[in-house]
C-alpha cells in the first residue's frame, strides 16, 4: 500500500487546514501521527473502517476531525482552531486489517507510512 500525504503548510493560530492522504488501496484502519522538532512522533487520530470508530489525542478532541471519503482510499484530517503546539510533520498510516483498539494509537501497529507533510502555525 502507497500512501500520500498532502495538504500541510503555513498558517496562524486560529486558522483551519485540512490534510490528505491518498493510498492505493482501501485499508482497514488508517491513523494521523505527528512529529513536532526535537520530540518523538505522537498519536493524533485514527479511524477504523469497518466500525467507523474514531479516536483522538486528547488534545485535539473537539478541534480536528479524522475521516476517509466514500470509497475509503482517502483519508482526511480536518484542523480546526490551530495553535502553535500542532506544528509538526504530519504522517499517515495504515494497516489493511483491523487494529483493536488499544492498540490504535501505537505506531507500530500500523505496517505502511506517507512521507510526512509539514504542518507550521505560528502565533
Known amino acids: 500500500v502507497q500512501l500520500q500525504a498532502y495538504g500541510g503548510g503555513l498558517v496562524q493560530t486560529g486558522d483551519s487546514l485540512r490534510l490528505s492522504c491518498a493510498a492505493s488501496?482501501?485499508?482497514?484502519?488508517m491513523a494521523w501521527f505527528r512529529q513536532a522538532p526535537g520530540l518523538e512522533r505522537e498519536f493524533v487520530a485514527a479511524?477504523?473502517?469497518?466500525?467507523?470508530?474514531?479516536y483522538y489525542k486528547d488534545s485535539v478532541k473537539g478541534r480536528f476531525t479524522i475521516s476517509t471519503d466514500n470509497a475509503k482510499s482517502t483519508l482526511y484530517l480536518q484542523m480546526n482552531a490551530l495553535k502553535p503546539e500542532d506544528t509538526a510533520v504530519y504522517y499517515c498510516?495504515?494497516?489493511?486489517?483491523?487494529?483493536?483498539?488499544?492498540?490504535?494509537?501505537?505506531?507500530?501497529?500500523?505496517?505502511?507510512w506517507g512521507q510526512g507533510t509539514l504542518v507550521t502555525v505560528s502565533s
Open positions: 498510516a495504515a494497516k489493511l486489517s483491523r487494529v483493536i483498539t488499544s492498540a490504535l494509537r501505537l505506531e507500530n501497529s500500523y505496517n505502511y
Open positions: 488501496e482501501p485499508t482497514a484502519s
Open positions: 479511524i477504523r473502517r469497518g466500525d467507523g470508530n474514531r
